[in-house]
């Protein structure tokens, strides 16, 4: 039995979430080789606390120091037909000092008037040349690591070593497609079969990486990477709205006894909890998907304690 999807434009016959490709995939470049260059106050970030994918950029943005050399833009949480409005009245919200859109769409329909797919975030724009560069998180991430690591307060160490990016990258992709996209496969899954599938996976992808956390503190060992940053922003989120309101309820992290640690390691590693805004993040999901949750009523819990310590000290050190 099918029932009425969330994003019908991405959803395959079978019931199963199909998620939109990125139309902008230009790229910024610290050597000068594309038509970008990597310079301080040409870029402006729009972006979404609410996000797992833009939140991952706003923690690079943080991580690398750059945040004097690439503005940013907070829209509003709640985002309806219209795509993400930009209200910098509300609580953890800021204005658009760039261009003074009221709406994201604006930045997608001067780019390309014929856009016709749904409004993402992040999304990085070019100041100077008066349109969207990238909207790929993935994109986005790496260029504030390793193209702006020049105009970046702390430009070392890469989050992306290159001994380790073979590893690396098939860890991330399989990260992706079981967790990552695999909580939002279980979320918006328009037939039981569907969401049978991405059940299993999800968990059996779980079950792999607390495996893999019981002998090092952070995925590829002692050193937080970029494929941490990609997981922790799914983490973060699982608890508070996606054992519920995406019903992946087998297990919390919290029931999890080494991704639980690793996630208030990650937490607790400066400039990261102040990037999380639970109270953005609850109100996104349970108010914006009205298929998922037609009383759009927010619940008041989990209560959550990322503060208290890790326990995870003597897997080796941040480097």
């Given at each position: 039995?099918?029932?009425?999807?969330?994003?019908?434009?991405?959803?395959?016959?079978?019931?199963?979430?199909?998620?939109?490709?990125?139309?902008?995939?230009?790229?910024?470049?610290?050597?000068?080789?594309?038509?970008?260059?990597?310079?301080?106050?040409?870029?402006?970030?729009?972006?979404?606390?609410?996000?797992?994918?833009?939140?991952?950029?706003?923690?690079?943005?943080?991580?690398?120091?750059?945040?004097?050399?690439?503005?940013?833009?907070?829209?509003?949480?709640?985002?309806?037909?219209?795509?993400?409005?930009?209200?910098?009245?509300?609580?953890?919200?800021?204005?658009?000092?760039?261009?003074?859109?009221?709406?994201?769409?604006?930045?997608?329909?001067?780019?390309?008037?014929?856009?016709?797919?749904?409004?993402?975030?992040?999304?990085?724009?070019?100041?100077?040349?008066?349109?969207?560069?990238?909207?790929?998180?993935?994109?986005?991430?790496?260029?504030?690591?390793?193209?702006?690591?020049?105009?970046?307060?702390?430009?070392?160490?890469?989050?992306?070593?290159?001994?380790?990016?073979?590893?690396?990258?098939?860890?991330?992709?399989?990260?992706?497609?079981?967790?990552?996209?695999?909580?939002?496969?279980?979320?918006?899954?328009?037939?039981?079969?569907?969401?049978?599938?991405?059940?299993?996976?999800?968990?059996?992808?779980?079950?792999?990486?607390?495996?893999?956390?019981?002998?090092?503190?952070?995925?590829?060992?002692?050193?937080?990477?970029?494929?941490?940053?990609r997981l922790f922003?799914?983490?973060?989120?699982?608890?508070p709205v996606y054992?519920?309101?995406?019903?992946?309820?087998?297990?919390r992290i919290a029931?999890?006894?080494?991704?639980?640690?690793?996630?208030?390691?990650?937490?607790?590693?400066?400039?990261?909890?102040?990037?999380?805004?639970?109270?953005?993040?609850?109100?996104?999901?349970?108010?914006?998907?009205?298929?998922?949750?037609?009383?759009?009523?927010?619940?008041?819990?989990?209560?959550?304690?990322?503060?208290?310590?890790?326990?995870?000290?003597?897997?080796?050190?941040?480097?």
């Amino acid at each position: 039995m099918t029932t009425p999807a969330a994003f019908p434009d991405e959803t395959g016959d079978d019931g199963s979430w199909q998620r939109q490709a990125s139309a902008f995939r230009q790229w910024v470049s610290r050597d000068g080789s594309t038509p970008f260059p990597a310079v301080a106050g040409r870029y402006h970030l729009y972006v979404s606390l609410a996000c797992p994918w833009a939140h991952r950029v706003v923690i690079m943005r943080a991580l690398r120091g750059l945040e004097d050399a690439i503005s940013m833009t907070i829209v509003d949480p709640e985002r309806d037909e219209r795509g993400w409005a930009i209200h910098p009245g509300e609580p953890g919200c800021t204005d658009d000092p760039v261009n003074g859109f009221v709406f994201l769409s604006e930045a997608y329909e001067a780019t390309d008037p014929a856009f016709a797919g749904r409004y993402s975030v992040p999304v990085l724009w070019d100041i100077d040349e008066g349109l969207i560069v990238n909207n790929e998180s993935a994109d986005i991430l790496r260029m504030l690591d390793v193209e702006f690591a020049d105009v970046a307060r702390r430009p070392q160490p890469t989050y992306y070593p290159a001994d380790l990016a073979a590893e690396m990258d098939a860890l991330m992709d399989d990260i992706y497609v079981r967790v990552n996209n695999g909580v939002y496969a279980c979320g918006f899954a328009a037939t039981q079969g569907a969401y049978d599938a991405a059940f299993a996976d999800l968990f059996a992808g779980l079950d792999m990486l607390d495996d893999r956390l019981g002998s090092r503190r952070f995925l590829m060992g002692p050193a937080l990477t970029e494929a941490d940053i990609r997981l922790f922003t799914t983490l973060v989120r699982f608890d508070p709205v996606y054992v519920g309101h995406f019903k992946c309820n087998l297990r919390r992290i919290a029931d999890y006894p080494h991704l639980s640690g690793y996630l208030r390691d990650v937490y607790q590693l400066p400039g990261v909890a102040g990037t999380v805004n639970l109270d953005h993040i609850r109100r996104h999901y349970y108010r914006t998907h009205g298929a998922l949750n037609p009383s759009r009523i927010v619940p008041g819990g989990p209560q959550l304690d990322w503060d208290r310590p890790s326990g995870r000290d003597g897997l080796g050190a941040t480097g």
